[in-house]
């Protein structure tokens, strides 16, 4: 879903077989002409960068992202390549990288399954399948383990519900089974917490929260704080913190992405690239607002080159 609070835009006048031309001379001339690639990759929608590529493909017999492979380097060929990619297809790439070689890296996995809808998740496994020949679930399985695995496979199943439309009773009705199954209990009832969390709707999901407090004078965040652990506490606290303010979990992700030693590229990529149609302007608002600077700023003081340019073309400007 396009959301309309993207800093990317389709570019009126859009002509496919023009944009394609451009950036094959870019790409054969002496020398690449990184600058001319950045301005028309970050100024077009994915969906015309997809019409980019069909046309180069036809006109020239390559694919675009194996000419880019080809010519760029480094962290800024990784952005390029993401620009160009349909984006159920980057964020299977992204958990298939998530899962990949030793050691899985847990937060983004948490972070791609928490933020997609029900429709992108049902894309993104029609996508990996395509891709990969396995199936997510599959891969899920075989990378993670007991309640933390039981509740990312609900997650990439796609099946939260997805209506706006809000239930009193059932949010009642909830928060004293979440209440019951952990404040209320010896010891969790951990598939409960799976059951709500991760099938609910978000807006179901922030009435079920204020019965909660209501109900055991505790925020929810602080009772799975306290009743759960692990990579489990961490997606369930993850839901919550999504449910009340998605950008604001986002520009968290991308605040813990810049700062300190060395930058995490994986997760600012696909954040910047992923949400830059979606809510990038409302990440970027809370950014400002929870960090007293703005993202630009983060991004421009922490990286440089090409790589630097098509970032901040993408941030879309300074707050």
């Given amino acids: 879903p396009v959301g309309h609070r993207g800093t990317i835009k389709?570019?009126?006048?859009?002509?496919?077989?023009v944009d394609a031309e451009a950036i094959r001379k870019a790409i054969r001339g002496i020398g690449t002409d990184e600058k001319m690639l950045i301005s028309i990759l970050t100024e077009r929608s994915n969906a015309q960068r997809q019409l980019i590529v069909k046309e180069y493909q036809a006109s020239y017999g390559k694919e675009l992202k194996d000419d880019l492979k080809g010519d760029l380097s480094g962290h800024f060929e990784h952005l390029m390549v993401a620009l160009v990619t349909p984006p159920a297809v980057f964020d299977a790439k992204q958990l298939k990288k998530s899962m990949k070689g030793t050691g899985t890296n847990e937060d983004a996995l948490i972070e791609i399954l928490t933020t997609r809808t029900g429709r992108q998740m049902k894309e993104?496994?029609?996508?990996?399948?395509?891709?990969?020949?396995?199936?997510?679930?599959?891969?899920?399985?075989?990378?993670?383990?007991?309640?933390?695995?039981?509740?990312?496979?609900?997650?990439a199943d796609g099946r939260r519900d997805e209506s706006l439309k809000v239930d009193e009773h059932l949010a009642k009705k909830d928060a004293q089974i979440l209440y019951n199954a952990g404040e209320n209990r010896w010891g969790t009832d951990e598939d409960k917490?799976?059951?709500?969390?991760?099938?609910?709707?978000?807006?179901?999901?922030?009435?079920t929260f204020d019965e909660y407090r209501t109900i055991s004078q505790k925020d929810i965040a602080d009772s799975i704080k306290g009743e759960l652990s692990g990579h489990f506490e961490d997606l369930l606290l993850a839901i919550?913190?999504?449910?009340?303010?998605?950008?604001?979990?986002?520009?968290?992700?991308?605040?813990?992405?810049?700062?300190?030693a060395g930058t995490d590229e994986f997760t600012l990529n696909r954040i910047m690239v992923s949400r830059s149609e979606i809510d990038l302007l409302d990440i970027r608002?809370?950014?400002?607002?929870?960090?007293?600077?703005?993202?630009?700023?983060?991004?421009?003081?922490?990286?440089?080159?090409?790589?630097?340019?098509?970032?901040l073309k993408i941030c879309g400007g300074d707050d």
């Fill in 240 to 260: 919550v913190h999504c449910v009340r303010n998605t950008p604001a979990f986002l520009a968290e992700r991308l605040h813990r992405a810049l700062k300190g």
């Fill in 10 to 17: 389709d570019y009126p006048g859009f002509s496919a077989s």
């Fill in 193 to 207: 917490f799976t059951e709500i969390l991760c099938l609910r709707s978000f807006p179901q999901l922030k009435l």
């Fill in 124 to 155: 993104i496994s029609q996508a990996y399948y395509t891709v990969y020949k396995k199936s997510l679930g599959d891969d899920i399985s075989s990378e993670t383990s007991g309640d933390f695995r039981k509740a990312l496979l609900t997650l």
């Fill in 285 to 311: 608002t809370e950014f400002k607002k929870h960090y007293g600077y703005s993202l630009y700023s983060a991004i421009k003081s922490d990286t440089s080159g090409h790589y630097e340019i098509t970032l």
